[in-house]
């Protein structure tokens, strides 16, 4: 089992910044990638940015090229997400997420193996 545990969320104004953690333990021998998924009240929940493991490739999601960042400090198995130019539209709870698949397959097919436990990120306008 991985074990991913999220911290960084909160409440910002329109163009304000975060940055989410998400520290990862356990089996981690068994994960090629890692990332961050959205999801909005009443939506489903989308894909963001994903890493892979060694943090060599990075995949994002177009609405937020440009704006957030997503890196990963190895030698801490813990994945950032920085948030730059926030907008009432990136509003949701945020989810980390670890995969024993490639970083370009989680873009793509949305699907983790492991998840946290979310954390929300409100935007105000």
């Known amino acids: 089992q991985v074990q991913l545990v999220e911290s960084g969320g909160g409440l910002v104004q329109t163009g304000g910044s975060l940055r989410l953690s998400c520290a990862a333990s356990?089996?981690?021998?068994?994960?090629?990638?890692m990332g961050w998924f959205r999801q909005a009240p009443g939506q489903e929940r989308d894909f963001v940015a994903t890493?892979?493991?060694?943090?060599?490739?990075?995949y994002y999601t177009d609405s937020v090229k440009d704006r957030f960042t997503i890196s990963k400090n190895n030698a801490k198995n813990t994945v950032y997400l920085q948030m730059n130019n926030l907008k009432p539209d990136d509003t949701a709870v945020y989810y980390c997420a670890a995969g024993k698949t490639t970083a370009h397959n989680m873009s793509v097919t949305g699907r983790g193996d492991y998840w946290g436990q979310g954390t929300q990120v409100t935007v105000s306008s």
């Open positions: 356990g089996r981690t021998f068994s994960i090629y990638g």
């Open positions: 890493i892979s493991w060694r943090g060599f490739s990075t």
